[in-house]
C-alpha cells in the first residue's frame, strides 16, 4: 500500500477519515532546534447523523526533537504499517526548512 504525503495542505483533511498529522516548529527558546509532534487522527461520521462526525486524536510523538525528514518518514513507516492512506505534514518555515 502506498502512502500520499501531503505537505501544508489543510482543506483536504476534510476529506480524509483516517490520516497521520506530522507538526515540526522550532523550539521557542532555541531557534537551531526543531520539535515535532505526530498524531493519528481517526474520523468517525455517525451513522444517525451522517452530516456530523466526531474525530479520535492518538499521539504519538509529542515534544520531541526531530528533523522534519526524520519525522515524515516516522509517520510514514508507520502509515504503511497500519495501513494508513495518507500524511499530513506541517512544517513551520522560520529556519529555513
Do not use: W
Amino acid at each position: 500500500m502506498g502512502v500520499r504525503i501531503v505537505h501544508d495542505h489543510p482543506n483536504e483533511v476534510a476529506s480524509d477519515r483516517d490520516y497521520v498529522r506530522v507538526q515540526a516548529c522550532t523550539d521557542p527558546d532555541d531557534d537551531t532546534v526543531t520539535l515535532v509532534t505526530i498524531q493519528r487522527v481517526t474520523e468517525k461520521v455517525k451513522a444517525t447523523e451522517p452530516s456530523e462526525s466526531t474525530a479520535k486524536v492518538k499521539t504519538l510523538v509529542q515534544g520531541q526533537r526531530m528533523s522534519p525528514d526524520s519525522a515524515v518518514g516516522f509517520a510514514k513507516r508507520y502509515a504503511e504499517r497500519k495501513h494508513i492512506p495518507v500524511v499530513y505534514a506541517e512544517v513551520e518555515n522560520s529556519t529555513g526548512m
